[in-house]
C-alpha cells in the first residue's frame, strides 16, 4: 500500500513567518506530487503542483520536491490569518489516482 | 480548471436507504474519481470512472454498495447503496485537468456532497 505522510499538527504561526509544511511517500516511481489547500466544511482546492526535482514558486508559495529522499514540502511566506486550514499532500499514482496524506492544519496567529 | 457541479450538497438519510450523487463537469474528460473523506480524515480514493466501461474499485470498496455510471465525458453518478451510519462522510468527486499540450496540471473536485446517516 502507497503511503503518504504527513504531521498531523497543528502548527502554528505567527501572522508574516514562514509556514513550513512536510510529506514524505513511499513509492520511489512517483512522478507527480500536489498540495491542496483545504478550509473547514469545503473540498480541497488545489495550490502546486510540482514534478522536478528542485522548487517551484507561485505567489507567496514554494514547493520543493527531493525525489532522492522521497521528500516533498510546502512553503507560505507572509503568512496571512486565511491560510489557516488544513493542507494535504497528494502523490500521483498509475492510473492518474491521487493518494493523499492525512493533512497538516495550520494555523496563522494575528 | 474544469468547473464541476456536485449535487446534492447535503443529506441527512434513514440507514437501508440509497442516495444518488451527481457531478456535471463544463468539459469532456477522460477520467472521473470518487473520493469519500470521512470525519476528520483524508481523502480516500472509491472508484475511477470512464465512459463506457465499469468503474475500477479500490480496495474495500465493490460494486454493489458504491455502484457508479458514466454515461457521458461530462457526467457521472455514484450511488450510496443500503446505507449505515458508518456511511456518513463527506463524497467528493474529482477530475483530472490538462492544457492543450495535454500536460496534467492538478486535479480539480467538486464542491462535496456531505452525507448523514441515522
Known amino acids: 500500500q502507497k503511503e503518504v505522510e504527513q504531521n498531523s499538527g497543528p502548527l502554528s504561526v505567527p501572522e508574516g513567518a514562514i509556514a513550513s509544511l512536510n510529506c514524505t511517500y513511499s513509492d520511489r516511481g512517483s512522478q507527480s506530487f500536489f498540495w491542496y489547500r483545504q478550509y473547514s466544511g469545503k473540498s480541497p482546492e488545489l495550490i502546486m503542483f510540482i514534478y522536478s526535482n528542485g522548487d517551484k514558486e507561485d505567489g507567496r508559495f514554494t514547493a520543493q520536491l527531493n525525489k532522492a529522499s522521497q521528500y516533498v514540502s510546502l512553503l507560505i511566506r507572509d503568512s496571512q490569518p486565511s491560510d489557516s486550514a488544513t493542507y494535504l499532500c497528494a502523490v500521483g499514482e498509475y492510473g492518474n489516482k491521487l493518494v493523499f496524506g492525512a493533512g497538516t492544519i495550520l494555523r496563522v496567529k494575528s | 480548471s474544469a468547473v464541476i457541479s456536485q449535487k446534492p450538497s447535503r443529506d441527512i438519510c434513514q440507514r437501508g436507504t440509497s442516495l444518488t450523487i451527481q457531478c456535471q463537469v463544463d468539459s469532456q474528460v477522460t477520467m472521473m474519481f470518487w473520493y469519500r473523506q470521512q470525519p476528520g480524515q483524508s481523502l480516500t480514493l472509491i472508484a475511477t470512472a470512464n465512459q463506457g466501461s465499469e468503474a475500477t474499485y479500490e480496495s474495500g470498496f465493490v460494486i454493489d454498495k458504491f455502484p457508479i455510471s458514466r454515461p457521458n465525458l461530462t457526467f457521472s453518478t455514484l450511488t450510496v447503496s443500503n446505507m449505515s451510519p458508518e456511511d456518513s462522510s463527506i463524497y467528493l468527486c474529482?477530475?483530472?485537468?490538462?492544457?492543450?499540450?495535454?500536460?496534467?496540471?492538478?486535479?480539480?473536485f467538486g464542491s462535496g456532497t456531505r452525507l448523514t446517516v441515522v
Open positions: 474529482s477530475v483530472e485537468g490538462r492544457d492543450s499540450e495535454g500536460a496534467n496540471y492538478g486535479y480539480t
